[in-house]
């Protein structure tokens, strides 16, 4: 008897000691980096934190912005990283102290290589002063010496060899870029769970000569000159109904697959916003945080808001899902109609909406009266990175509102 015991006590003790520990992730700083050529890194910095229910959360940071990632989904040594709004996620294993695997958008079908070591690290290494200050304006143009160029501002702010800012495009902003100047190099990245954005360039006092990354996709050369006065073009004047059309329509089904038209007794005799966008989009998400927020602040607005998504999701239901992720997450009061799905063309999307002589931008806004009359037409957004931009963005949003609203009440006296 007391062999069987001793044997039984052996197994136990064989068994306790080849029991696989579970393997749990370092909370705290955490440093990552996206491979986006075969000579380039975009790191970010992000920290890992238990939740009430012990699952973990992940705050992503990008100068001012806070990305929160309340996904995480763990299995073995698996782990699966879902980003907010957005369908882009990460996949792979890890360690206590580590991470590899890769950001993955499958409608886009890109995979861009990721890892991440535990630990406190600045996102650039600081290697030597800085030769010059890059604070203030930049008049910028990308992918140069192509049929697509394109102009842009680029807006920075340097403490030290710390760089903060953004660049503003005709359709919107590179949002929150956080970076460093290293002698006469420049390195700025952003990382917020759609864009992988990495920007270098060398500098001297008065010019940029630089590349830049989107994810491992896309390179565009750029090149910028300080230029304080330097403004892109009027958004107000890029978008406009054209010849032979007299107002604006549209007719596209809701989530529960109702089909909702402009002509719907919902909109009929006040200001209504037609907002064309998509839940992939992270200027999209900028605006619409904002009109939330406004419509919060101004319960008494007697105006209508809609959304008009087109979405690169490859089937209906991906669609619907996305749309349905982003009014739950941000609270949305207002309908977001499915316009389109399978692709992000704006080429597409202008044959969804003849009246306009383009779609040169997701987000666009479209202003409407309470007669069903265009009043102005907003193409891009300029979101919170673009700090004075933005600022005064809100105040003529307000200002085109309490007109609209205010000619609205009077009209209808």
Known sequence: MKGILFGLMALCLLFLACKKEEVKLATGNWWGKMEVSTTE????????????????Q????????????????????SIYIKMPIFEGYIAGTFSENEIHGSFIKESLERIVPFSAMHGDRNRFETISEPNTDISGIWET????????????MGIFMQTGNRVKGTFRTKTGD?????????????????????????????????TLQGVFYSGNHSVEKFVAKRNEAFELPDADALTFLKEGYDNFNFSFPDTDGNLVSLSDDRFQRKPVLVQIMGTWCPNCLDETRFYVDYLKKHPELDIELVALAFEYAKTKEKALEGINRLKKREELTYPVLLAQY??????????????????????????????????KIHTGFNGPATGDKYEEFKKEFDDTIQELVLSSEEASK
Not at 41 to 56: A, E
């Open 41 to 56: 890194i975009l790191p970010f910095t992000f920290k890992l934190v238990n939740s009430s229910s012990n699952d973990y």
């Open 58 to 77: 992940m705050e992503i940071y990008n100068a001012e912005e806070i990305v929160e990632v309340d996904e995480i989904t763990i299995k073995g040594d």
């Open 141 to 152: 143009h990308f992918d140069v010496g192509t049929d697509g160029e394109y102009p842009a």
């Open 174 to 206: 590179y949002r929150y870029l956080d970076g460093i100047v290293n002698g006469d190099s420049l390195k700025l990245s952003t990382f917020d769970g759609a864009h992988a954005f990495l920007f270098t360039a060398k500098i001297t006092d008065s």
């Open 342 to 375: 399978g692709t992000s063309s704006k080429q597409k999307a202008n044959e969804k909406l003849p009246m306009l002589n383009h779609v040169l931008s997701y987000p666009t806004t479209i202003y409407i009266d309470r007669d069903g009359a265009v009043k």
